[in-house]
């Protein structure tokens, strides 16, 4: 088992930055590849961005493509997602999931555990 625990959400104006947290702890982080999603009110969960478990290598959404950056710190068990330039569209809850595929990307059924989400809202 794993367990996720996002932090880092809250209300921010629109063209600031946030840095959103996942941290996990049960098994062995390093293991797993690690996705964002979000989801926007009326909406369905759409994938944001996703990090490798073996060579960090990083995959992001179009619509969030230069303005968002995943790491992760595998000495903390936490993953990362900083986000640059917010729009008003970014506001949603973000969720953070763990996979045990190397690459699992957008791919929802390949994520074996998901965080509570936090909401990230973006004001004008």
């Known amino acids: 088992q794993v367990q996720l625990v996002e932090t880092g959400g809250g209300l921010v104006q629109a063209g600031g930055s946030a840095r959103l947290s996942c941290a996990a702890s049960?098994?062995?982080?390093?293991?797993?590849?690690m996705g964002w999603f979000r989801q926007a009110p009326g909406k369905e969960r759409e994938f944001v961005a996703g990090?490798?478990?073996?060579?960090?290598?990083?995959v992001y959404a179009d619509s969030v493509k230069g303005r968002f950056t995943t790491s992760r710190d595998n000495a903390k068990s936490t993953v990362y997602l900083r986000m640059d330039s917010l729009k008003l569209e970014d506001t949603a809850v973000y969720y953070c999931?763990?996979?045990?595929?190397?690459?699992?990307?957008?791919?929802?059924?390949?994520?074996?555990?998901w965080g509570q989400g936090t909401q990230v809202t973006v004001s004008s």
């Open positions: 049960g098994h062995t982080f390093s293991l797993y590849s």
């Open positions: 999931a763990a996979s045990r595929y190397s690459t699992a990307w957008g791919s929802e059924w390949k994520y074996d555990y």
């Open positions: 990090i490798s478990w073996s060579d960090n290598m990083t």
